[in-house]
């Protein structure tokens, strides 16, 4: 158990950082979701808008330090890759 007035603090601060960084990744993951949605029933201007809508959320999360660069990157890529082959098929 914390002893210190300063462990305490930190503490308090941890679980504070924890609820906001659990909610801004349930938020980036909604968002994949609708876009995943999307792709799953085949319409590709459904999909292309919601890609839309996510982007700047994962960016954000990206910019608050709760994902990392190349992960969002890696995702956004995969998700664009997965609606241009909608077209294709």
């Known amino acids: 158990m914390a002893n210190t007035a300063s462990a305490r603090k930190r503490i308090r601060q941890n679980e504070r950082r924890n609820a906001r960084n659990t909610a801004r990744l349930s938020r ?16 590709k201007d459904d999909a292309v808008v919601a890609l839309r809508e996510a982007q700047p959320e994962m960016q954000r999360a990206v910019g608050k330090g709760v994902l990392h660069a190349n992960t969002v990157a890696r995702r956004l890529s995969r998700l664009s890759a997965r609606i ?5 098929a």
């Open 28 to 43: 980036v993951r909604t968002f994949v979701k609708k876009v995943e949605t999307a792709i799953a029933t085949g319409k």
């Open 84 to 88: 241009k082959s909608i077209a294709a």
